[in-house]
């Protein structure tokens, strides 16, 4: 009987690699969120995602304010942060969709 190898890989075509995430699941023992902290420390260490890795971007409609994450809630939390202290309209996006969320300062108080 062979064994399965089902650790999950992940490519990076600007780096031209691909990784097991052997060590996320077994060294840092992150399971199921393997990918989002692989994700996470990639564009730590080389300013940018993996392939395949959608983000929620917040940008704010006034100035040159964003933040980049990788679950939505998270994006939100900061748009409405900035969006109460600033009193800047903040619009949200994914990458998988065409649907925008903006959230206005009179939304936050």
Known sequence: MTELDDTPTVSCSRCDREWDLGYELDDLGVGNQAVEQFALDHKRHTGHFPDDVTTWLAECRRCPEGSEHLVRHAAE??????????????EI?????????????????
């Open 77 to 90: 939390r900061w748009a409405k942060i900035h969006a109460r202290h600033t009193r800047h309209a903040v």
């Open 93 to 109: 996006d994914h990458g998988i969709d065409d649907e925008t969320t903006v959230v206005e300062p009179d939304d936050v108080s």
